[in-house]
């Protein structure tokens, strides 16, 4: 026991807590341990408790003691003391009131023995609050401690200062931390830095950000890489909060960076061989808040970043992952770049494939940091999530939701949608359930394709979860089903279409209810059904309502609040009064209520027999029909009041006189005012600039190996002449203030170990090259990763694939469907049946064929990559001869900022002729470039031709239209603005019975084909009329009738001008009958 310096007391305790086998066999424990230390602080005649009875003097570092005190063993022995206090902390940790031994915490923080004093300083850092006055009693050991010239001293209390300084007592000690920036003593340095940026946090004023800046700046240049490391903790802090003064520094951080990853640091800082990790992603992380949405720091940092992503990825174990996994959302956050994109998207490729939890945890996670921003690279990625979905690590799982919802659009949002709710029905976690229902709710408000999906869905969320649904969801609801869209191009048949399939729906609820159903879904069930004119059914309703509100199952009726039943009480009403007679359930119900103890619907059961026997023609004018959906005249002058006013003072009633200090006429000037100075016009987008090359601009160069990524054309506008190129030949870049005191960093590698490496290797360039880049995906990343600009190597034959993987390809199919930014997955498909294909989840858009073509035959271009090299990387080529969809500008559309171009379109060429130069230029569209092929000296085909009407495409304004080349995440963005809304339904359609019939005609008419989704028969389309002024979305849907030679199509037409939209669903109306 000696040798473990613990007494036998304080041993038993140990043991005794931890052989305890409750929570009451513990506090039994503690309550004789109090009662024991309680004596020990007594035995010398010194009163317990720590009040001003001991002999306390506020102020005094160093309690007096009273003559009988001495005789304590505390005050004599300084070893039974520390321990004393140690077991007081374990009463704390413990949850029991160990406030009797404070004091002897304040008396051991001024003993000379550091151990003791340490012991001190922790035990009132962790017991003592805020508020406590025994803070005040250790300013002035503190104050001492700071001052002295004991390194462990001035190191202990340091710690003190971070954990008992409150706001109000900062200014007592912030001078003597500040001094200690210039201590002799790297430990100490590093502990003051620390401390001076603690009590900044709690007092600003006391300690300026201008003055911690100041600090940290020069203290990031410390000789000791251990200061420089603490120094890294507070910019990260800082800059979270405000990266503007810590942009300047990015020269100097990736400096830091690029010595740590040549391994300048003395070997002390490796971890299993990885050189300082800790640091690295500090600096990573800092980077990343430094250089969001920022083009100008970005470009600065994209070849450490990259170096740094390289060298981690080569060493492959649970440091270098972490540090890869840092690159990763340091490359999604800062200012887009192509080759950076495309090393983030095969790094996280690496973790989905792995077999650790761990590491596919990270794939999940930061497939979901990109997705967001770049979708294009979740698609290459499909049956790993869906692999995900299915696994059985619930960390796992609950992360590939996230994912799914972060990269939901209205393409594919009823697939997530079914999947959210299939895994919300399993699910027993009520934070999870909680979780999933808000989500739910709100990718249905965003990406509903129709109404009626949407009150089927939050109709079954009702069924699932409807104890965890907002209300307000259900009052949105409820409007939809009573009010229609609201927009005045709607038509009034297809409100009234919604509303029979909403009363169908709690119809068939109603006939097959669950033994459980929330509150929420019976009182939108009353209210859907009576207030909504049903027509059929009625007496088999009424007597489904009477049977729900009798039966003695509380949990089918939501719990049976009785608010609940005064609802379904008054539904039954309602559908009586549309049924002409009262049934004889109905009956029975309603007087049974007539004595119930609820007086509100007592109440109504007594009126409404009135009325029913006494007045039965006015059931129809108490309970009209649809009552919602009337517009209810309000007087606000109250002029309907003025006959019984006239009486009342006849009568002799002292007419009203409004008070003299009555404010309302000002409150309702001010709100007046408010009202018509509130502005609805919603601000126009901000205009963003192009994708900054910088110091990368050399990884795109072709002589990249078949591993890189390079090949990746830059989008229209850019230009290579935006580089400055000293940024280019430099990696660091000149401080933007220069008045200011500046960081050098030029002879910090001869203190920190190793010297520089000899100059036989500087001619390395500051540029990384393309090699390295592509050795390093070469060497670390499998060959079948593939899609981020690199070939599909020729694969052997696949064989015939199981049900199973057939299924797991159509779930990616429909999860992946407005994925169409990336490259396709490996070409193994075209062996399949076409509706077993999912290359068209990937399909690059091109440009219009006048032929029809099959999608199966889309992904068999895939071996012209190889051409890459001819393609103009510049995006300059803009030549009569190239007819791509890349060489063609949306002048309406900003450029994204975080969305990049499609490689894959680029060296794809359509088999369309050349066309010849309009020999009119002064032709608007055709100088525009907006002809798309045609030109004027072509041949017109005879008018009497049936081709040539297919080939016609559709005018308005006098002029036709124009394709409008955007992308599917562009196109989900542009559908939630454009106000005009018109759907077409054509019952059986035998011109376009197919999808790619449909698309090809959409083509001929002049729309630009944006994606052809086989998987769900869906298809989108975009023009724009008057130049880019007026623009028309365009969404199909093709279902096959029975006999397979004819088909219903369900068109919507989304337009910024409701002429144009609306001319143009007639045109494509009248083409497709």
């Not at 300026?208 to 020069?218: A, C, D, I, L, N």
């Not at 029975?1042 to 669903?1065: A, Y």
Request: contains cysteine; aromatic residues 4%; negative net charge.
């Amino acid at each position: 026991m000696s040798g473990m310096h613990l007494s036998r007391e304080f041993f038993e305790l140990i043991k005794a807590i931890g052989e305890s086998k409750s929570k009451q066999e513990e506090d039994r424990i503690i309550a004789r341990e109090v009662v024991a230390l309680k004596k020990k602080l007594e035995s010398g005649g010194a009163g317990g408790g720590g009040g001003p009875s001991l002999g306390m003097i506020p102020g005094s570092p160093i309690p007096g003691s009273s003559g009988a005190a001495h005789g304590n063993i505390l005050n004599t022995n300084k070893k039974k003391a520390r321990e004393f206090l140690v077991r007081v902390l374990y009463v704390e940790m413990l949850g029991h009131d160990g406030s009797f031994g404070y004091i002897k915490a304040v008396e051991l923080a001024a003993s000379q023995s550091i151990i003791h004093k340490r012991t001190g300083y922790l035990v009132c850092s962790c017991c003592l609050s805020p508020e406590h006055e025994f803070r005040f009693m250790l300013i002035n050991q503190m104050q001492r401690d700071l001052n002295s010239s004991n390194l462990l001293e001035s190191c202990g209390a340091l710690l003190a200062v971070t954990s008992l300084i409150t706001p109000d007592l900062v200014s007592t000690v912030s001078t003597q931390v500040i001094g200690l920036l210039e201590h002799t003593e790297q430990t100490v340095r590093k502990k003051a830095i620390i401390a001076m940026h603690r009590l900044h946090q709690l007092s600003p004023d006391a300690v300026t950000k201008q003055e911690v800046t100041e600090k940290v700046r020069r203290m990031l240049c410390d000789r000791d890489p251990a200061v420089m490391g603490a120094t890294l903790n507070v910019i990260e802090a800082m800059a979270r909060v405000d990266a503007q003064p810590f942009k300047d520094l990015v020269p100097s951080l990736v400096s830091i960076l690029k010595q740590i990853c040549e391994r300048r640091l003395p070997s002390e800082y490796d971890y299993h061989r990885i050189p300082a990790p800790w640091m690295q992603m500090k600096i990573v992380r800092i980077l990343s808040v430094v250089g969001k949405n920022d083009s100008n720091s970005s470009e600065g940092m994209y070849e450490i970043v990259g170096e740094c992503l390289r060298k981690a990825e080569e060493a492959g174990i649970n440091a270098s992952n972490a540090i890869v996994y840092e690159c990763i959302r340091c490359i999604t956050n800062i200012y887009p770049n192509p080759v950076l994109l495309d090393a983030a998207g095969a790094s996280i490729s690496r973790f989905l494939s792995s077999r650790s939890q761990n590491l596919r945890y990270l794939g999940v996670t930061g497939l979901a940091s990109i997705v967001e921003r770049h979708p294009k690279y979740a698609a290459d990625h499909q049956l790993a999530v869906i692999e995900c979905l299915e696994d059985e690590d619930e960390t796992l799982l609950r992360k590939t939701l996230d994912l799914l919802y972060r990269m939901t659009n209205p393409v594919n949002v009823e697939f997530i949608t079914d999947r959210l709710l299939h895994f919300l029905r399993r699910s027993t976690d009520p934070y999870l359930k909680s979780d999933l229902t808000l989500k739910i709710c709100t990718i249905g408000e965003r990406y509903a394709p129709n109404n009626a999906w949407y009150v089927r869905t939050i109709t079954e969320l009702f069924n699932i979860a409807g104890d965890l649904v907002d209300p307000a969801v259900a009052t949105n609801l409820m409007s939809l089903i009573a009010e229609g869209t609201g927009n005045e191009d709607d038509d009034e048949e297809a409100d009234m279409v919604l509303r029979k399939q909403a009363v169908e729906l709690y119809v068939n609820l109603l006939n097959n209810p669950s033994n459980r159903m929330p509150r929420v879904l019976v009182e939108t069930l009353a209210w859907v059904l009576g207030d909504t004119d049903t027509s059929v059914r009625l007496s088999d309703i009424i007597d489904g309502m009477c049977k729900l509100l009798q039966s003695g199952n509380t949990a089918r009726l939501g719990g049976g609040a009785p608010s609940t039943r005064r609802l379904v009480l008054t539904a039954i009403m309602k559908m009586v009064a549309q049924y002409g007679s009262c049934p004889a359930t109905a009956a029975k119900v309603v007087d049974d209520y007539t004595k119930s103890s609820d007086p509100d619907a007592q109440k109504r059961c007594l009126e409404f027999q009135t009325i029913l026997t006494q007045a039965p023609h006015l059931l129809g004018e108490v309970f009209p029909v649809d009552a919602s959906l009337e517009d209810i005249d309000v007087s606000l002058d109250l002029s309907f009041l003025d006959g019984v006013v006239s009486d009342a003072i006849a009568n002799g009633a002292r007419p009203y006189q409004k008070p003299e200090d009555d404010d309302d006429d000002d409150i309702n000037a001010v709100a007046s005012q408010a009202a018509s100075a509130f502005k609805m016009t919603p601000y126009e987008k901000p205009s963003e600039r192009t994708y900054g090359q910088g110091a990368m601009q050399g990884m795109g160069s072709a002589n990249m190996g078949p591993a890189g990524s390079g090949n990746v054309p830059l989008p229209p506008g850019s230009s290579s002449s935006t580089v400055n190129p000293q940024a280019a030949a430099s990696p660091t870049q000149q401080p933007s203030n220069p008045g200011e005191p500046q960081l050098v960093l030029r002879n910090v590698a001869n203190v920190w170990g190793k010297q520089a490496p000899p100059p036989a290797q500087a001619p390395v360039p500051s540029v990384p090259t393309t090699s390295s880049f592509a050795s390093a995906t070469t060497s670390s990343t499998p060959t079948g990763y593939g899609g981020f600009g690199v070939p599909a190597a020729a694969a052997p034959a696949v064989p015939i694939k199981t049900a199973e993987q057939l299924e797991k390809e159509r779930m990616a199919a429909a999860l992946f469907g407005g994925m169409s930014g990336a490259p396709p997955p490996p070409p193994h498909a075209p062996t399949q049946p076409a509706v077993m294909a999912t290359p068209q989840m990937a399909m690059a858009p091109s440009a219009p064929q006048p032929t029809p073509a099959a999608p199966l035959t889309t992904p068999q271009v895939a071996p012209a990559v190889s051409a890459a090299p001819e393609v103009d990387l510049l995006g300059f080529d803009m030549g009569p001869t190239t007819t791509t969809t890349t060489s063609s500008i949306d002048m309406l559309a900003p450029t994204p900022l975080m969305e990049e171009p499609a490689p894959a379109p680029a060296p794809v060429a359509p088999p369309v002729p050349e066309p010849a130069p309009a020999p009119m230029p002064a032709d608007p569209f055709a100088a525009a470039g907006l002809l798309d092929g045609f030109a004027e000296s072509a041949p017109l085909p005879s008018l009497s031709t049936t081709e040539a009407l297919d080939s016609a495409k559709f005018e308005f304004g006098g002029a036709p239209i124009a394709p409008l080349t955007i992308n599917t995440p562009q196109f989900g963005e542009r559908w939630g603005q454009c106000p005009s809304t018109h759907p077409v339904k054509i019952p059986s359609s035998t011109s376009a019975d197919t999808l790619s019939k449909f698309m090809i005609l959409c083509v001929r008419a002049g729309l630009h084909k944006v994606e052809e989704i086989a998987a769900t028969n869906e298809g989108i389309a975009a023009c724009m009329a008057g130049g880019g002024s007026s623009v028309a979305l365009v969404h199909g849907k093709i279902s096959p009738l029975p006999g397979g030679t004819s088909s219903r199509i369900d068109i919507t037409v989304k337009s910024t001008d409701p002429q144009l939209g609306l001319s143009l669903s007639m045109y494509l109306q009248n083409m497709l009958r």
